[in-house]
């Protein structure tokens, strides 16, 4: 099993290059749509909600043929999800070749990146992944890891990030920054958002929070 290391990738406005037009096609093509990336779609035939996707989406196109060498050129990322493990692996090879680094939908481990289950709340990302050994698994715990926190997530980020930005606004010391940020993080803030008492916090609230955590 590879020794899989996570990244996140920000894909705005680079061409990603996906081979096939099925169902597991679709679900790369929405994500990188999602992202904001240049989708070439390179497949003799596309689902219905890829169909879709491309007149919602004007920044993905369509190639209606079957793959050829050379579909991956200026490619950021690439996909294979065909259902010919032979053309599959054709892409992976171009891929190699021209250095794009590339998912095999079909064979996880060929590939030189995997797809994690994610969950999405705002600017939390939590991706699950099993290395390729359960996909089904990764996506199991995702729904539970949804159903145990939920919406609390989002409000959790959102007080992180003001509370953040507060402090970057008005603390120039940086050793006062960083203790702060670790106080932050210490702060139990879930617990009150999952017992439904947490108020955001206003800016008196972050003023004397700030002045607590420096008489201590
Ligand atoms: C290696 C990886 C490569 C990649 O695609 O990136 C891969 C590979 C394979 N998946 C297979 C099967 C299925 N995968 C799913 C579902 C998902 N698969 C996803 C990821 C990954 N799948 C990557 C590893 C993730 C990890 O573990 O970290 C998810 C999480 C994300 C996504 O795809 O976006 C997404 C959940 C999305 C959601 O939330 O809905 C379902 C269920 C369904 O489709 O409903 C089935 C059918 C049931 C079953 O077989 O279990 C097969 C066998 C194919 C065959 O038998 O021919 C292979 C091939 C192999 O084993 O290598
Ligand atoms: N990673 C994942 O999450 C999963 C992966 N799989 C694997 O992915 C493969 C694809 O799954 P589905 O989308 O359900 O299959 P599918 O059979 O519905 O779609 C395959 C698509 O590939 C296209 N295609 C075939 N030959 C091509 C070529 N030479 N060039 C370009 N496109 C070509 C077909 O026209 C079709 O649009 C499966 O065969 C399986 O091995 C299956 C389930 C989940």
């Given at each position: ?20 037009g ?9 994500m990188?749509?999602d ?7 390179v497949?003799?035939d596309?689902?219905?909600?890829l ?8 920044r993905?196109v ?16 690439a ?5 010919r493990?032979?053309v ?20 996880g ?6 797809t994690?289950?994610?969950?999405r ?13 359960g996909?089904?698994?990764?996506r ?12 609390n997530y989002?409000?959790?980020i959102d ?17 006062r920054?960083?203790r702060?940020?670790?106080r ?26 700030i002045?607590?955590q420096?008489?201590?």
């Amino acid at each position: 099993m590879p020794y899989y290391v996570p990244v996140l990738l920000n894909l705005a406005d680079r061409r990603c290059v996906v081979i096939g037009g099925g169902p597991v096609a679709e679900r790369k093509v929405t994500m990188l749509a999602d992202a904001g990336a240049e989708t070439v779609v390179v497949s003799p035939d596309v689902t219905d909600g890829l169909l879709r996707l491309l007149h919602e989406h004007h920044r993905v196109v369509w190639i209606q043929r079957e793959y050829q060498r050379g579909d991956l050129a200026g490619a950021f990322l690439a996909y294979a999800a065909t259902n010919r493990p032979e053309v599959n692996a054709a892409v992976a090879a171009e891929a190699e070749a021209e250095g794009v680094p590339m998912n095999d939908a079909g064979d996880g481990a060929r590939g030189s990146m995997i797809t994690p289950g994610v969950l999405r709340r705002g600017g939390l990302v939590v991706a699950v992944s099993t290395s390729g050994a359960g996909p089904t698994a990764a996506r199991e715990l995702i729904r539970e890891i949804d159903e145990q926190f939920g919406e609390n997530y989002e409000k959790y980020i959102d007080f992180l990030s003001s509370a953040r930005a507060f402090i970057k606004e008005r603390i120039s010391d940086p050793g006062r920054r960083k203790r702060l940020f670790r106080r932050l993080a210490e702060t139990d803030i879930m617990s009150s958002i999952r017992g439904g008492s947490f108020q955001p916090w206003n800016e008196a609230a972050m003023i004397t929070w700030i002045e607590e955590q420096t008489e201590e």
